[in-house]
């Protein structure tokens, strides 16, 4: 069964405090992706990256980081220095970067942070 | 002004009507065009691509205007489980995705 899994779906945490947020995806895509999704707000992207051992910043990075040691993987670090990491987490996957390749998200991961 | 904008509504219908939503994007050199949709707390989920000529599925048709830079779906004969929140979407073809903010539709009985 194909898919892409985010866990856990629910986390809280202390301020100070980093924390990491787990995607895996089994569809063989390449490109894989981070968003937050805050109310009244579309998604906007933390990071991306189209292969292995490679990723860029999206529009938010500031306060987060990433890594991609394997195809499958995609974990992302909220760290404390992110100011307002309160947020629905979602992790995408597609084929590619270029082109009309649609995205594919996993269940997301709800953060909070007091 | 936001790269793609939508009507956040709410809009709510009765069950058998017709709806329609219109999102607008600012970068003329989006090239691919996307509808999810996304039920209350959970991941958006791809509804369908929308090209050029015009596409549907089913209910759902999906047209394009590339001139006057929006994207319209609509709905008909609404079901009670067409409630979610619609996602536009464009992408640039070697660029992210921009989503708008969504716009909410609730059916009636």
């Known amino acids: 069964d194909g898919g892409i899994t985010q866990s856990p779906k629910y986390l809280f945490r202390k301020e100070g405090q980093n924390v990491t947020l787990s995607c895996e995806q089994n569809?063989?895509?390449?490109?894989m992706y981070w968003y937050r999704q805050d109310p009244g707000q579309g998604l906007r992207l933390i990071y991306y990256?189209?292969?292995?051992?490679?990723?860029q910043k999206g529009d938010i990075a500031e306060g987060y980081s990433v890594s991609r040691e394997k195809k499958e993987s995609f974990p992302l670090t909220v760290t404390s220095a992110q100011k307002n990491p309160t947020a629905f987490y979602l992790c995408?996957?597609?084929?590619?970067?270029?082109?009309?390749?649609?995205?594919?998200f996993g269940p997301g991961t709800r953060l909070t942070v007091t | 002004r936001k790269e793609v904008e939508q009507d956040p509504g709410p809009f709510n219908v009765p069950e058998g009507a017709t709806v329609a939503f219109n999102c607008t994007y600012s970068?003329?050199?989006?090239?691919?065009f996307f509808w999810y949709r996304q039920d209350c707390r959970k991941e958006p989920k791809l509804l369908m691509s929308?090209?050029?000529s015009g596409n549907e599925d089913g209910r759902f048709t999906a047209q394009l205007n590339r001139a006057s830079q929006y994207i319209s779906l609509l709905i008909r004969d609404s079901k009670l489980s067409d409630s979610a929140t619609y996602l536009c979407?464009?992408?640039?073809?070697?660029?992210?995705?921009?989503f708008g903010a969504g716009t909410r539709l609730t059916v009636k009985p």
């Open positions: 995408a996957s597609s084929m590619g970067t270029l082109g009309s390749n649609e995205q594919y």
């Open positions: 970068n003329s050199a989006s090239q691919s």
């Open positions: 569809l063989n895509h390449d490109a």
């Open positions: 929308v090209y050029s």
């Open positions: 990256s189209q292969i292995v051992n490679d990723f």
């Open positions: 979407v464009v992408k640039p073809y070697n660029n992210d995705m921009r």
